[in-house]
């Protein structure tokens, strides 16, 4: 197996997390076995496409509206490491939001 397909059991802990993070505050929901962005989530980043957008930003990554809607979100309480932990667990369910990918987290039991 190489290092890249290899998860950390500590890495895992905090992608499950976040997971519960997004869900408890009502940022992604279960789909059929899949996560889905919720509606709040949506308008987050619409807002934070906007901001973006006037400010001249071309688009190309996915993490930065994600991360500016989780720090409009959450305010200033997140740490760089928490911020950047977060933004990798919501990144691919909102690349597939947008039909980007296929690859969404499955829910774990």
Known sequence: MSAEARVS?????HAQ???ARFEADGLIVRGAQRWKTSRRWQQAMARAAVKLYDQGDQGDDLRVPIALAIV???SST???????????A???????SLGFSQLIPAFTQ
């Open 90 to 96: 919501m990144l691919p369910i909102e690349a597939a």
């Open 72 to 74: 409009e979100i959450y």
């Open 17 to 19: 997390a976040a997971l």
């Open 78 to 88: 997140l740490d760089d490491e928490t911020l950047a932990e977060l933004v990798e």
């Open 9 to 13: 059991p500590q890495h895992e802990n």
